[in-house]
């Protein structure tokens, strides 16, 4: 079954403008972790977030926020004020807290920010 | 500098013939990942360690092997067995197994 679910494969945003990358998940464990992660071209993966299931409030980094709506199921990331170096990949994923095994990451949607 | 490091950056491989990623971290980690992503989709996950000369089987393992005989070291050889071994390959490591996972730089394999 898919656990993470990444319905927008490409977004366009203008320079300075906000954006929202949308992630919904599926799982059954109570614990839980919900990340974001970025991929330039280059290819490394560079970690953006977290948001615990049991967090109280959305998690914020800079200009990166987690939308969290737990009843929905959705963990999406808003960046704020847009700078072309955003131009990349976003991957959303997941990983159950009580095994914590493994990492389950979307399809991923690319960004590109527009001068 | 604490960090991943992934050798080498690119490799080209004959078929039948087997090749070895090198992944190291000095970031002092006891979990450490290999994940291979393929274009268009997200990263499958091919064998995790948690700790020195343990490790498990992740969705995609059929054709690869590990070792972790360091805690700092855990190297993925893909084998002649891999029937489709083209792709990119991230290495990744995290404190424990619940923790925030950090990623390497990759490796993208060809085959010839």
């Known amino acids: 079954a898919q656990k993470i679910t990444q319905t927008q494969p490409g977004m366009f945003v203008q320079e300075k403008e906000a954006v929202t990358l949308d992630c919904t998940y599926d799982?059954?464990?109570?614990?839980?972790?919900l990340f974001w992660y970025k991929q330039p071209s280059s290819g490394e993966m560079i970690f953006l977030i977290y948001?615990?299931?049991?967090?109280?409030q959305n998690a914020t980094e800079g200009r990166y926020s987690l939308n969290f709506q737990k009843a929905r199921k959705s963990a999406n990331l808003v960046i704020s004020a847009s700078q072309l170096g955003d131009s990349a990949m976003y991957f959303c994923?997941?990983?159950?807290?009580?095994?914590?095994?493994?990492?389950?990451f979307g399809t991923g949607t690319s960004l590109t920010v527009i001068p | 500098d604490g960090g991943i490091t992934q050798s080498p950056k690119y490799l080209f491989r004959k078929e039948g013939q087997n090749v070895t990623l090198s992944c190291e971290q000095n970031?002092?980690?006891?979990?450490m990942y290999w994940y291979r992503q393929d274009p268009g989709q997200g990263l499958r996950l091919i064998y995790y360690?948690?700790?020195?000369?343990?490790?498990q089987k992740g969705d995609i393992a059929e054709g690869y092997s590990v070792s972790r005989e360091k805690k700092e070291s855990f190297p993925l050889t893909v084998t002649s067995a891999q029937k489709n071994p083209t792709a990119f390959y991230l290495c990744?490591?995290?404190?424990?197994?619940?923790?925030?996972?950090?990623f390497g730089p990759g490796t993208r394999l060809t085959v010839l």
């Open positions: 948001q615990g299931s049991y967090d109280q």
């Open positions: 799982t059954s464990d109570p614990s839980y972790g």
């Open positions: 990744a490591s995290s404190l424990g197994r619940k923790d925030t996972q950090y």
């Open positions: 360690s948690q700790i020195v000369n343990d490790f």
């Open positions: 994923a997941m990983r159950d807290l009580q095994t914590g095994n493994q990492f389950y």
């Open positions: 970031l002092n980690h006891d979990a």
